[in-house]
């Protein structure tokens, strides 16, 4: 909603206020003034959009997703790096539905972006790796269940990722 600095800046004079409230004698409000500027410090990293989209994708809704993705009108300057790696990463597996050319493209941006979670990044590699099987490249295919594979420390991509290797034998 509001601009990445634009959030720091509230930040800042609310923490401002807070000292003035605590100085005052008014310590609760003090507090109560702190916990509010973290919420804008967390959505500094965080952008609250994109936490709307992923809760939309977690039910399914990809229009939905895409509607609050859609929001974000020029994501180069409103967020910042990791942000925009889960923007594209977002738009990718969405588009992985329908058109896997584009979704290629925004998986690989994402990627290079940078993804804070490995779990996220497996999920990534996961999908290319889905891609380059549907266009005939075994060998990439190969490479990228590998390193899906390897970042997946839980194990919750085990089954995908064995289904997708015996799928790739029948090639």
Known sequence: ???KNIKLVI???IVGTAVWQMIEGYIGNGIMLILLASIFVFLYFKN???LLSFLRLRKQDFPGAKKWLD???DPESALTTKQQGYYNYLLGIMLSQTNITQAEKYLKKAIKLGLSMNQDLAVAK???AGIAMTKRRKREAQN???EAKK???HGMLKEQITMMKQQMKKI
Do not use: S
């Open 151 to 153: 970042l997946d420390k």
């Open 48 to 50: 609250e959009l994109i």
């Open 71 to 73: 929001r974000i009108k």
């Open 144 to 146: 990228l269940l590998t």
């Open 126 to 128: 996961l999908n290319l």
């Open 11 to 13: 930040a800042a004079l």
């Open 1 to 3: 909603m509001y601009n």
